[in-house]
Structures are given as structure tokens and as C-alpha cells.
């Protein structure tokens, strides 16, 4: 699980990285990255840190569902049900 977890962070790092110089691009999957690294935390019971992994996803997917709700639309509702499944 702890290699999990460093993997998970390394490529949550790259993505926000990636998504500072071209947030159209790479913002999706800083968004994606949390939602996962989410579903990590829940399965290891750190609930207040998945909490706010699926919130800061979720910010995200709002924010990108204002512009183009038919493509993050669905993104918004899968990290809703994340959180009402904590």
C-alpha cells in the first residue's frame, strides 16, 4: 500500500505541474489523480484525507463542468458518489 500511495503522489505532482503551464490540458487529470487518490485513502480508512481528496476533485470538475457540462458532467456525479460512499 505504501508504493501505492508514493506512485500515487508522484503522479498527482506531475500533473499539477503539467497543469500550470497548460491548465486546459492537464487539469482534468490533477482532478482524475485526486478522485483516486481518494478511492486510496477510503480503502485504507483515512477518511478525512479522502474527504479532501474528493473535494478538491470535485472543485475542479465544477469549475471545468461550467464551460463543457456534457464532458464533465459525469466526472462531477462519479466524485459525488464518492463522497456520499465515505
Given at each position: 500500500?505504501?508504493?501505492?500511495?508514493?506512485?500515487?503522489?508522484?503522479?498527482?505532482?506531475?500533473?499539477?505541474?503539467?497543469?500550470?503551464?497548460?491548465?486546459?490540458?492537464?487539469?482534468?487529470?490533477v482532478a482524475q489523480?485526486?478522485?483516486?487518490?481518494g478511492v486510496l485513502?477510503?480503502?485504507?480508512?483515512?477518511?478525512?484525507?479522502?474527504?479532501?481528496?474528493?473535494?478538491?476533485?470535485?472543485?475542479?470538475?465544477?469549475?471545468?463542468?461550467?464551460?463543457?457540462?456534457?464532458?464533465?458532467?459525469?466526472?462531477?456525479?462519479?466524485?459525488?458518489?464518492?463522497?456520499?460512499?465515505?
Open positions: 500500500m505504501a508504493e501505492s500511495e508514493t506512485a500515487s503522489q508522484q503522479a498527482l505532482d506531475i500533473r499539477r505541474k503539467l497543469a500550470e503551464t497548460n491548465p486546459a490540458a492537464y487539469l482534468h487529470e489523480a485526486l478522485n483516486e487518490r485513502y477510503k480503502d485504507t480508512q483515512r477518511l478525512t484525507e479522502a474527504e479532501s481528496a474528493f473535494r478538491e476533485a470535485l472543485d475542479i470538475y465544477r469549475n471545468l463542468a461550467e464551460a463543457n457540462p456534457s464532458v464533465y458532467g459525469p466526472d462531477v456525479t462519479l466524485t459525488l458518489n464518492n463522497l456520499a460512499a465515505l
